[in-house]
């Protein structure tokens, strides 16, 4: 049983930064996709960025591209979103995801998920 354990949101200024993270825990392989996702009020959860485990090749939404970077550190078994030049739209709950099965933007496919994390930028 996979565990993921978000940290690092908080209220920001429009086009301040806040760091992402997301420890992995029960993981035996590295053949898997993690990924972020973000669900506003009233909103649907929305793709953010991913990141395939074993090769590093990363995908991002084209509202958050130039501006988040997904990454990981694989002896620490934890994915970051560096986010930069925030927005008030970008505000809204994050969640990371582990092990899609479907396309790696369909939430519907990733089997586990974290907690969840609250992002608040300010205008």
């Known amino acids: 049983q996979v565990q993921l354990a978000e940290s690092g949101g908080g209220l920001v200024q429009a086009g301040g930064s806040l760091r992402l993270s997301c420890a992995a825990s029960?993981?035996?392989?590295?053949?898997?996709?993690m990924g972020w996702f973000r669900q506003a009020p009233g909103k649907e959860r929305e793709f953010v960025a991913a990141i395939r485990w074993s090769s590093g090749t990363t995908y991002s939404a084209g509202s958050v591209k130039g501006r988040f970077t997904i990454s990981r550190d694989n002896a620490k078994k934890t994915m970051y979103l560096q986010m930069n030049s925030l927005k008030p739209e970008d505000t809204a709950v994050y969640y990371c995801a582990s092990d899609s099965r479907l396309t790696i933007t369909d939430p519907l496919g990733y089997e586990y998920w974290g907690q969840g994390t609250q992002v608040t930028v300010s205008s």
């Open positions: 029960g993981r035996t392989s590295s053949n898997y996709v």
